[in-house]
């Protein structure tokens, strides 16, 4: 008797907007406080905890249940990069006797972001260009903001905040189209398919 395979067709929804817009919108916010337009406050910090935070993480494990490997490495990688940002500001303010992060030490953990992200554009090369634009401007942008912490320099950190308010950007851009391209069964706003052959 021939053993017979059920095929389980995957029906859930494409998790890469909902991190694509917690992503980018976040880094927006934060980066309109790093160009000096807004301040830094609770509500980019309460952005970082629960959109960019928590909602990229649970894309992240959405993709995992795609089977997608770097869906889920990068939105729980990012998810918990916003989670340890707010940490980073606020533990030492709420539990006594935890140092401030220094400017070497925020230079370092910015600059091994940058590395870790710049390991991921490889992968991009196999997706899509939207994807290439978001990942290489987010590799800049922990570039921009490691040297800023290292120098304290002024005027590297506005170019870091203007810089990230283009990476964000195009993060937002990458999900709307994802989104809107899936609703209207054509391609509404070009993503730049990549050739796999």
């Not at 980018?24 to 000096?36: E, K, Q, V």
């Not at 304290?152 to 189209?177: R, T, V």
């Not at 809107?180 to 730049?192: A, C, R």
Request: hydrophobic share 55%; charged share 10%; with cysteine.
């Amino acid at each position: 008797m021939a053993d017979s395979v059920i095929e389980i067709k995957d029906t859930t929804a494409n998790p890469a907007p909902l991190g694509l817009f917690a992503f980018g919108m976040t880094t927006i916010l934060l980066n309109l406080a790093n160009c000096g337009i807004i301040g830094l406050s609770s509500m980019i910090l309460a952005m970082g905890i629960f959109y960019g935070g928590i909602a990229q993480v649970i894309a992240g494990i959405m993709e995992f249940r795609k089977k997608n490997t770097f869906g889920t490495t990068a939105f729980i990688s990012y998810g918990m990069f916003w989670l340890t940002l707010v940490a980073l500001i606020y533990l030492p303010q709420i539990l006594p006797g935890v140092p401030k992060a220094d400017g070497p030490g925020l230079a370092a953990f910015l600059g091994l972001w940058g590395v870790f992200t710049f390991g991921l554009f490889f992968g991009t090369l196999r997706l899509s260009r939207a994807l290439q634009v978001v990942f290489l401007s987010l590799t800049i942008l922990f570039v921009l903001l490691a040297i800023h912490a290292a120098t304290g320099a002024d005027a590297i950190g506005h170019l870091a905040g203007y810089e990230g308010l283009f990476c964000g950007a195009s993060a937002f851009y990458a999900g709307l189209a994802q989104v809107l391209n899936e609703l209207y069964g054509k391609e509404v706003l070009p993503l730049g398919a990549v050739s796999r052959s």
